[in-house]
């Protein structure tokens, strides 16, 4: 911060030496009836003073001009750094290898903190690292203190984060509070009945059957019998997954020390996993009913049953209690914050079903939740064009709550990449949406290259949620598509390892579509797409400017960000399936003519040009075309 510089004029003395020169003050008594005599402003002495005054004056206004853009820029919101930087999604296991084995690391991640710099995202997220069985990678966690062996150690994160730092990136956790693995101390002890952890799960009793019809996440009952206390454990995800009971307060000490733990090694916040599911009813007599809504994709009523989607889940998600846990949570970031004044920032996920949905959990603690309806538009509808789009921008705009504000995701390791749902030509339109609207964005690894899902075939694939499904039908549901080694070069395994191997199969896109071939190329390609939208969104109208809508139609969403006292833009993009000519120069741009910014680099020639003046009145984008222009 420039220190404040106080408005304290210095003054300065002017002393008046006294001779006693007969000769000289006779004639400076003349000299001062002569000027008596003439008005002072008709004398040299006064024009002389009135044209330095004025000079000084002009000097000034001049000065204010220049400087105005950054003066003005102390007055708007005080923004924290979670609002004005890209979040980076890493998933470790699949960005880069650092010893040559079948799976990423921290150090491998380490590496490769100028690619961090270089695309100018300004916070990482790592998914967890944490000690592990890994029957759900990494979201099943033996143990929250310590990092599992194949992603390194403590020291390696706590290495990696000052590096960041260092290169002014923040670095976010995943926080994973559900549930841990059945493998942790807390779950063995409670099996054995330890007075301290008998409750830390959920425990009940059932005679033959679970104690209800409740379905987990990856299908079939989420209650699993141990034989051991002759009793059901609830699980919302696998059975290796026990629920944690945050009707114990210990249960909720031991996770606010987890937090603890992490903080006191320099993480700058959270994403804080599944958090819908924190609590469930007390009174688990309770049958959940069947969701009318849902298209079951399984022959069979029994299979379909089996399955979380054919459910309501009333009585284990977004239940109110979910407030208090994560207010507590938000209390611990600020014990931190109040010791050192640095911001900390804490991210939901939690499953949005509407607009009241959204708004609740805008007055828990956590600071964001992440907004996933741009990424389920495209799911819904392959051809998701420009109402489309809007409708879904609109879903997290409309009645914000008084200093709420906004996100969107397009792709995360959950869900296919949408330029694979979509085409591949759109990877710097969806780019250039994610990284021009309002709200922060949070960006998957390899989407700024434009990565595609693989297709593992059955033996190759490992996610436990496609399994599920069998042979038959893991495709349509396996998570491992999106989650396939990052492609850094053409070299062998796409240089994420050196080694013979990778946990799921490299794309074979690889020698086409990778980092080092996108840099070193000198056409505008992907990756430069989206460094230089990344930077564009550091001025003041994308980070915090009004958002209007522009011509909206079938093809086209378009949008108009203006800071006041800063330059408007205005963003066109082409998500039909057709070619569209519109005429944007009318309400709300008013202006006939603007200069192109940034293009997606997949026009033919150079009509739109970056630098180019260009009409308003009659812009041609072929589908997965778009345009940033200045007006
Ligand atoms: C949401 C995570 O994103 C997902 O990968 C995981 O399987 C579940 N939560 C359970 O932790």
């Known amino acids: 911060m420039p220190r404040h510089r106080g408005t304290r004029d210095m003054i300065r003395e002017r002393t008046v030496t006294k001779t006693g020169d007969q000769k000289d003050t006779v004639q400076s008594s003349r000299r001062i009836m002569d000027e008596k005599k003439t008005p002072f402003c008709a004398t040299k002495k006064c024009l002389l003073i009135v044209f330095v005054g004025l000079l000084i004056a002009m000097g000034i206004v001049t000065a204010i001009t220049l400087l105005a853009p950054a003066v003005r820029g102390r007055f708007p919101p005080d923004l924290p750094w979670w609002k004005t930087s890209v979040i980076y999604q890493v998933y470790p296991r699949s960005f880069k290898a650092s010893n040559g084995g079948k799976v990423g690391d921290i150090k491998g991640i380490t590496s490769k903190l100028d690619h961090f710099v270089y695309l100018n995202v300004g916070v990482v997220w790592l998914s967890p690292v944490y000690e592990s069985p890994m029957k759900d990678f990494g979201y099943d966690i033996s143990n929250h203190t310590d990092v599992d062996p194949l992603f390194g150690t403590v020291q390696d994160l ?21 549930h841990t693995s059945d493998r942790h101390r807390w779950f063995q002890r409670s099996i054995d009945m330890d007075p301290k952890y008998k409750d830390y799960y959920v425990w ?203 996100n969107f995701v397009l792709n995360n390791h959950d869900i296919r990449r949408v330029t694979s749902v979509r085409d591949r030509n759109f990877v710097n339109a969806f780019n250039m949406l994610l990284l021009t609207l309002w709200g922060t ?70 020698t086409d579509i990778n980092v080092q071939k996108q840099k070193n190329s000198t056409d505008m390609t992907p990756i430069k797409v989206y460094r230089t939208l990344a930077k564009l969104r550091q001025q003041e109208s994308f980070l915090y400017g009004k958002f209007s809508y522009a011509v909206v139609n079938n093809n086209i969403f378009s949008y108009i960000r203006k800071a006041k006292g800063f330059s408007s833009y205005l963003v066109a993009i082409n998500f039909g399936d057709v070619s569209s000519v519109d005429d944007y120069s009318g309400e709300p ?11 997606t680099a997949n026009f033919k020639d150079d009509t739109y040009a970056v630098k180019k003046v260009i009409s308003l009145k009659h812009i041609s984008l072929k589908p997965g075309e778009g345009l940033v222009i200045k007006l």
């Open 158 to 178: 706590e290495d990696f984060i000052r590096q960041a730092h260092a290169k002014d990136i923040k670095v976010i956790l995943d926080f994973v509070p559900n």
């Open 204 to 406: 009940r009793n059932g005679s033959n059957d679970p104690p209800n019809n409740w379905v987990s996440v990856f299908g079939d009952s989420a209650w699993n019998y141990s034989k051991t206390r002759d009793q059901y454990y609830y699980h919302n995800y696998l059975s290796a997954q026990p629920d944690l009971n945050y009707r114990n307060p210990d249960v909720v000490e031991d996770m606010k020390g987890v937090l603890r733990f992490w903080l006191e090694r320099g993480v700058d916040g959270f994403r804080m996993d599944a958090v819908s599911f924190l609590f469930e009813t007390k009174n688990v007599s309770h049958n959940e009913q069947p969701n009318p809504n849902f298209k079951c994709p399984l022959n069979t009523s029994t299979e379909c049953k089996k399955l979380f989607h054919y459910w309501r889940h009333n009585y284990t998600m977004n239940l109110p209690d979910n407030k208090i846990l994560i207010d507590g949570w938000r209390a611990v970031l600020d014990e931190f914050e109040r010791k050192d004044g640095k911001t900390r920032f804490l991210l939901a996920e939690a499953r949005v079903t509407s607009q009241a949905v959204r708004d609740w959990w805008f007055k828990t603690g956590s600071d964001m939740t992440f907004n996933f309806e741009l990424a389920r538009a495209v799911y819904k509808n392959k051809h998701c064009g420009g109402t489309c789009i809007r409708d879904a921008v609109e879903k997290e705009y409309k009645d914000l709550p008084e200093g709420a504000w906004p």
């Open 441 to 510: 964005p949070t960006t998957y690894y390899g989407e700024e290259i434009g990565m595609v899902d693989i297709a593992p075939t059955f033996a190759q694939s490992v996610d436990p949620k496609g399994l599920y499904y069998g042979e038959d039908l893991y495709l349509n549901f396996t998570r491992d598509k999106s989650r396939s080694p990052m492609q850094w070069d053409d070299s062998s395994m796409a240089g994420f390892t050196t080694g013979p191997a990778t946990w799921l199969p490299v794309s074979d896109t690889y």
């Open 589 to 599: 741009v008013s202006s006939e003519v603007g200069t192109v910014v940034v293009n």
